[in-house]
């Protein structure tokens, strides 16, 4: 009955996960998925979080379900965060927001509600790109494309080219926008270069998709998220996914948004009408435990201001990381030019180097990095870096 399903082959991020853990080498360094491990190589529980769970805890209320779109303090604290305190097309009601199941769920309503209400839309994404943006457009029967991005030869953006890209396209096509910390590349847009695309995407009326899944971990909170309120402020309609999972250290708790900005308060009370139609019919409601904990830590000022902190010193950390790791790298390959390392953002670096390169990597060293070479810098530290470094060294020498 079930001999003609297709056998999997699996997450290449997460089964390269499995792969490392079964690795018996001593040394084994995991720079794959894209986790925030600190400086002891552990993933931390940010303190924040621990008061407020230990709340949680004592309060042993009744756990019911939450609402479809999750708990209202987590819809405000998405809303704050993204399109700044009092913004004023949150104070319009014009902003639809529900809490989703992590970034991966807010990318997958939203998906969902394009197919329903834009049927025509295709959807473009940046190439390179995470890979399950285009499996989940993909899988809610939208004709995902791409638009030019990083040229791996200068280790930039083509910026010219996905601009002029841009303006091919048709009215309501969706472009995929990653507002700070560009995953895989690390490469960001300057904030000249978002007023150019935003400018481009008014005047061909597309939908701009804001994904941002490590807004603190760039420049700062507000700063990340400059394309998300330049484009608000332009009046365009935005759709934005957020995710809590690496800046709230709560990977397994799926915790994010999804906002959709929209031009009246009537078109936002239509849109969320079918945002919980959409988790009605999918999911029903999110669980609570992580929404609580984001409802807490983001909506007491005091806990914020030390949530503010910690991701700054997440941020601070892989910084150090990259000026340490492109210093050892300049000292024993002074021919090369690694400037790229300390120009990309967030938690991944695209090395540049080959499949072979990488493999070699994985299997003289135990260093694993996905084979596209993107490397999660968050994954280095005192004691692993220089090992990293001259391994690095001996696959790229010639
Ligand atoms: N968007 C991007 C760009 C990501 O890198 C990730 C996480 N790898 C997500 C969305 C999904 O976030 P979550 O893990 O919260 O589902």
Redesign the pocket.
Known sequence: MFERIDYYAGDP?LGLMDKFLADPNPNKVNLG??IYYDASGKMPVLDCVKIAEQRIAESTAPRPYLPMAGLPGHRQACQELLFGKNAQAVQENRVATIAT???????KVGAEFIHQWFPQSKCYVSDP??G??IAIFAGSDIEVGTYPYYDSASNSVKFDEMVSFFSTLNRNDVVLL?PC???PTGMDLTQAQWDTVLEVIQKHELIPFM????QGFGEDIDSDAYAIRKAVDMGLPVFV?N????NLSL?GE???GLSIVCPTPDEAVRVFGQLNFLVRSIYSSPPSHGGYVVDIVMNDEALHQQWMGEVYGMRDRIKAMRLALKSVLEAKLPERNFDYITRQNGMFSFTGLTPEQVARLQSEFGIYMISNSRMCVAGLNASNIDYVANAMVEVLKV
Do not use: E, P
């Not at 994904?211 to 490590?214: E, F, G, L, V």
């Open positions: 991020i998925i894209g199941i992590g970034g991966s769920g807010a990318l790109t995470w399950n943006h990653h910390c560009h995953n994904d941002i899944a490590y996914s995710s809590f999972s690496k990977y799926r915790v994010g």
